[in-house]
């Protein structure tokens, strides 16, 4: 609100002043209630914020310990890394196992005729849309192809459209021109890509390269085929990604003698002590996380001169029934074994903070005579690490959780907030530009009034002067 000068040349009273006065004493009230609800909504919308983020964090940890099984103490190898690759999922067990791989699944790959004139070549000459169809495995994919379309623009538009159906489009040029190259990210048998329709792109297209096959492999003798490289099935809890095909027998090349095998490499399941440690550590150091993030935005701070200060969320029923809810199934027992709660094996729970520490000792007797117990209370479908999840779904959903609805409430808050602030701001502006009026209009009548007097008193000393001179 810009100053404007209005001091009283006659009356020698400063009216400026007295306008900022009466605004200000206006304002004050309404502008102390904005600033005050302002300061509130942003600092806890900071802090859901703070909150939500430690809470997703947590969550995410315990996806990640649900997936690779590692929280149950169990390690998966292979001999032969440049064969396949192996990772660890839910209901996993100690074992060995002997893979040989034979062949590699293989995708479909097709290709149009050559383009001498490149990328840029018009594919559609006419003045009337024309359709490349696309068909794998019973599924057939239009695309339309218009008027002017060139073999570039082909292809983006099949990528646009396809690429979450598993195709793919390429375009490989050399000296001879250019080819629009189908491929897919379906593997397999069966899986062939063919080309039709009436766009001219189908004629002359040819399969490059050999026509899609399974994988074909054995697993301690039992020869097994998969459409895709990656076995999700083919032993329990344990993810194997097929990268290439077991190298032959030293001295052997070409196509192998009858009843001779490919060289096995070993797949391998163990349980370690040290990884199923380290496994509880994250997760006792994840949860610690989350608790201190809680604990910081509500906690109440004493103060050198006996006052107190609350943090944002001091007293906040959210904090209190999520923090309810995570001590809940941290309490409760699970698990078939000897072993059913965490302070059996040494987490123990601060009473006053709510973290987790572990008890070395404690923990280093349950782990070499229970270590199944200590994976079956986080493992499994009624484990720990499910139904922290579950406890916490409420709260994190990201567009209709508990804290993602209070972050919007807030935000409507702040923003209805700032247009009170508009408002009041316009309201004071007019008051400043009325009562600056109304003081001006007084001086000038006070000025007015002041020149009749000067006016009316010079004539009558001249009457007086007049008088005495006769």
């Known amino acids: 609100m810009g100053d404007i000068s209005v001091s009283g040349p006659v009356t020698g009273i400063d009216t400026q002043q007295i306008v900022t006065a009466l605004v200000n004493a206006e304002q004050a009230p309404k502008q102390s209630q904005i600033n005050k609800q302002t300061q509130t909504s942003t600092?806890?919308?900071?802090?859901?914020?703070?909150?939500?983020?430690?809470?997703?964090?947590?969550?995410?940890?315990?996806?990640n310990m649900t997936k690779d099984a590692s929280i149950g103490g169990l390690t998966a190898t292979t001999s032969d890394a440049n064969v396949s690759t192996v990772t660890l999922g839910a209901g996993a067990s100690a074992g060995s196992y002997q893979l040989i791989v034979n062949q590699l699944a293989t995708a479909s790959k097709v290709a149009t005729q050559n383009y001498p004139t490149g990328a840029k070549t018009v594919v559609n000459t006419g003045t009337t849309a024309t359709t490349l169809e696309i068909s794998q495995s019973g599924q057939s994919y239009g695309v339309s192809v218009p008027p002017g379309?060139?073999?570039q623009q082909v292809r983006d538009s099949i990528n646009a459209q396809y690429s979450s159906a598993g195709l793919s489009a390429n375009i490989l040029t050399d000296a001879t021109g250019s080819r629009l190259v189908m491929t897919?990210?379906?593997?397999g048998a069966g899986t062939d890509i063919t080309l039709g329709g009436n766009s001219g792109l189908e004629a002359g297209s040819s399969v490059v390269g050999e026509p899609p096959q399974n994988a074909k492999y054995t697993i301690d003798g039992t020869a097994q085929e998969s459409k895709s490289n990656t076995l999700t099935e083919a032993i329990s809890g344990v993810s194997i990604k097929l990268t290439a095909v077991s190298p032959l027998p030293a001295g052997i090349t070409g196509a192998l003698p009858d009843g001779m095998t490919r060289v096995a490499s070993t797949i391998t399941v163990t349980?370690?002590?040290?990884?199923l440690k380290s496994s509880v550590k994250g997760f006792v150091d994840t949860y610690n996380a989350l608790?201190?993030?809680?604990?910081?935005?509500?906690?109440?701070?004493n103060n050198a001169d006996g006052s107190t200060t609350r943090a944002a969320l001091t007293g906040d029923a959210t904090m209190r029934s999520l923090q309810t809810a995570l001590r809940s199934e941290l309490n409760a027992l699970t698990g078939t074994g000897t072993l059913k709660s965490l302070a059996q094996f040494g987490v123990n729970t601060d009473s006053g903070t709510g973290k987790l520490s572990i008890d070395d000792k404690v923990f280093g007797a349950a782990i070499l005579t229970n270590p199944t117990d200590i994976g079956g209370i986080f493992n499994g479908d009624n484990g720990l690490l499910?139904?922290?999840?579950?406890?916490?779904?409420?709260?994190?959903?990201?567009?209709?959780?508990?804290?993602?609805?209070?972050?919007?409430?807030?935000?409507a808050n702040i923003k209805d907030l700032q247009n009170q602030q508009d408002t009041l701001t316009a309201r004071m502006a007019a008051l400043k530009t009325s009562l600056t009026a109304k003081y001006t209009t007084m001086?000038?009548?006070?000025?007015?009034?002041?020149?009749?007097?000067?006016?009316?008193?010079?004539?009558?000393?001249?009457?007086?002067?007049?008088?005495s001179d006769s």
């Open 271 to 275: 349980r370690s002590n040290d990884t």
């Open 184 to 187: 897919s990210t379906n593997t």
């Open 386 to 411: 499910a139904r922290m999840k579950t406890a916490t779904d409420s709260y994190a959903l990201s567009n209709t959780g508990v804290l993602a609805t209070r972050s919007s409430t807030l935000s």
């Open 149 to 151: 379309a060139t073999l």
């Open 43 to 63: 600092a806890q919308l900071s802090s859901i914020g703070k909150i939500q983020a430690a809470l997703d964090a947590f969550r995410g940890a315990m996806d």
């Open 291 to 301: 608790m201190t993030a809680m604990n910081t935005e509500t906690a109440v701070t």
């Open 443 to 467: 001086n000038n009548l006070v000025a007015q009034l002041t020149s009749q007097r000067s006016s009316v008193m010079s004539t009558l000393n001249a009457l007086n002067k007049s008088s």
